[in-house]
């Protein structure tokens, strides 16, 4: 079993800041990759920041200088560090994490969503 959970979401105003943390616990071999996503009312999900399973780091260019994503691998956890909020940053966030669990037949890799957090930034 493994489980993606988010927490730190909430309510700010325009300019504010907020720390998202996103930790990956279960029967965990390994973890390729994890990012932050996030979904707007009558909008499609789009990814925030992530890093791939080469280490590289990718940002939306809409919050480029303003968030910051970090990992801690021996926790199994990352964070979104989000500066300069804005009102149309307010959106549901959700993690995601490509995961290797170790199974009797072998490794296997899925991708893994938490139940998202609400943020919320008034004008």
């Known amino acids: 079993q493994v489980q993606v959970v988010e927490s730190g979401g909430g309510l700010v105003q325009a300019g504010g800041s907020l720390r998202l943390s996103c930790a990956a616990s279960?029967?965990?071999?390994?973890?390729?990759?994890m990012g932050w996503y996030r979904q707007a009312p009558g909008k499609q999900r789009e990814l925030v920041a992530a890093?791939?399973?080469?280490?590289?780091?990718n940002y939306a260019d809409s919050v480029k200088g303003r968030f910051t994503f970090s990992r801690d691998n021996a926790k199994n956890t990352v964070y979104l560090h989000m500066n300069s909020l804005k009102p149309e940053d307010t959106a549901v966030y959700y993690c995601?994490?490509?995961?290797?669990?170790?199974?009797?037949?072998?490794?296997?890799?899925?991708?893994?969503w938490g139940q998202g957090t609400q943020v919320t930034v008034s004008s």
């Open positions: 890093i791939t399973s080469g280490g590289r780091l």
């Open positions: 995601n994490a490509h995961i290797i669990t170790a199974q009797p037949q072998g490794l296997y890799e899925d991708d893994y």
């Open positions: 279960g029967s965990i071999y390994s973890i390729d990759a």
